[in-house]
């Protein structure tokens, strides 16, 4: 089968949707199907790399300046021209669309309806509904989360486009399906006035343990820190992503201050972002120089060998976080997680079987269970294998590919009863 793949970037870009789409073109090559994978560049002409097993990711010249995000994400014309260069030359059997929020926008979803093949398309955020992040109401895990579009207008400001929220859901129904990566943002979504045929949670591959093992360290500072910590002989709680203040770093930092002398604990941060010069301040404020490091942005090899270091990871998300892959990549390493209540934490972590559910707000109760998990590594690893089990059975790449074909096949075979 010939697949086709959108993303708005490929990695080194784009986070953690970026990283679904990589690991899904090289899911879906391995399986035995030509891929491509077409991602926006900055350069003015396109350009391509080869995927192990015979895949592409073809890099297209569409990209703009965000300031003029809240129209040309609904229409780019150059995205639009494109991407039918593409399709016409590649010819795709199904094509699996996720975000192009940013570049290819969404009225591609109705140049790509055309091609007659299913159209799948994937939501692994808000942005369709909102301009950026989405905040609870109430600092309860119980919230609504219905943003209103004078809720838009204070965010977007100058940017605020009135047509846009009209324009996005009527380019939506051009997809034969449309998905999300959990059922929390399914009901986000929905409450908000757009609706999704279905979930499908993203996975991770069952191999990666093993060829990261092969590798050594890539960062001298990371090496080194570890050194340190291990010298100490310090439990290593792990936070990382980009440091904005949706991270919940703040909290994060208030619930453990007492806890990392008192349980002889390090914690270290790693990633970048803007939370980051505010977070250094208050671990010098707190005295925590030796108790808490700051790594920067780290190299995939080097954060799985974090992760395999750690003793725990903290999610503590205090914004909406639709299904984010710090939990899986935390199972994958058996490691216990903590997450926060906002978003599909609650559906890849089983709280008090693999880790704990907990309002980020609440400093006492984030503390209370990071501190149950430094006073007990028998519980630590008993959730860290059971966590391990959950993600196996639940959340690999090989039951995402294979939900993704069924999908298609599904398409085909109903367009196919009715054209009977």
Not at 140 to 147: A, L, N
Not at 181 to 190: D, G, M, N, T
Request: hydrophobic letters at 40%.
């Amino acid at each position: 089968m010939r697949i086709l793949l959108i993303n708005d970037h490929y990695p080194p870009e784009g986070g953690g949707t970026a990283q679904v789409v990589k690991n899904l073109a090289e899911g879906f090559t391995q399986a035995g199907h030509d891929v491509l994978a077409l991602a926006s560049c900055d350069d003015k002409v396109s350009s391509e790399i080869a995927l192990s097993g015979g895949g592409r990711v073809r890099f297209l010249p569409v990209r703009y300046p965000l300031r003029l995000r809240s129209y040309l994400s609904l229409w780019n014309p150059k995205a639009v021209v494109e991407l039918k260069r593409e399709v016409e030359k590649f010819v795709p059997d199904v094509i699996f669309v996720h975000n192009i929020h940013s570049y290819f926008s969404y009225r591609s979803l109705v140049l790509l309806k055309k091609v007659g093949v299913p159209l799948v398309l994937t939501l692994h955020d808000v942005m369709t509904i909102a301009y950026g992040k989405a905040w609870p109401r109430e600092k309860k895990c119980e919230t609504s989360w219905r943003i209103s579009w004078f809720d838009n207008l204070k965010k977007a400001r100058k940017q605020y486009n009135p047509f846009r929220s009209f324009f996005v859901k009527r380019c939506l129904k051009f997809s034969d399906r449309i998905l999300c990566v959990s059922e929390a943002l399914r009901k986000v979504l929905a409450e908000n006035g757009i609706i999704a045929d279905g979930v499908a949670h993203n996975g991770l591959p069952q191999d990666v343990l093993c060829q990261m093992k092969q590798k050594p360290f890539e960062s001298h500072a990371v090496r080194s820190v570890l050194d340190k910590i291990q010298r100490e002989h310090k439990k290593i709680i792990l936070f990382g992503g980009r440091l904005s203040p949706a991270k919940g770093g703040k909290e994060l930092l208030s619930a453990v201050r007492h806890l990392l002398k008192q349980y002889g604990a390090a914690l270290v941060v790693a990633g970048e972002g803007p939370e980051k010069i505010r977070l250094q301040a208050m671990a010098n404020r707190y005295g925590l120089q030796n108790e808490i490091f700051f790594l920067g942005q780290v190299s995939e090899a080097d954060m799985h060998a974090l992760y395999s270091s750690a003793y725990c990871v903290l999610v503590p998300s205090i914004s909406f976080d639709s299904f984010p892959t710090m939990n899986l990549e935390a199972m994958q390493h058996k490691k216990p997680v903590v997450a926060g209540c906002f978003g599909g934490s609650r559906e890849a972590v089983a709280d008090g079987k693999t880790g704990y559910i907990v309002n980020p707000y609440d400093i006492s109760a984030l503390g209370s269970v990071v501190g149950k998990l430094l006073l007990s590594p028998e519980l630590a690893h008993a959730m860290g294998e059971a966590g391990y089990d959950r993600l196996m059975q639940n959340f690999t790449v090989k039951e995402q590919v294979k939900k993704l074909l069924a999908i298609a096949e599904e398409i085909k075979h109903n367009e196919n009863q009715s054209a009977k």
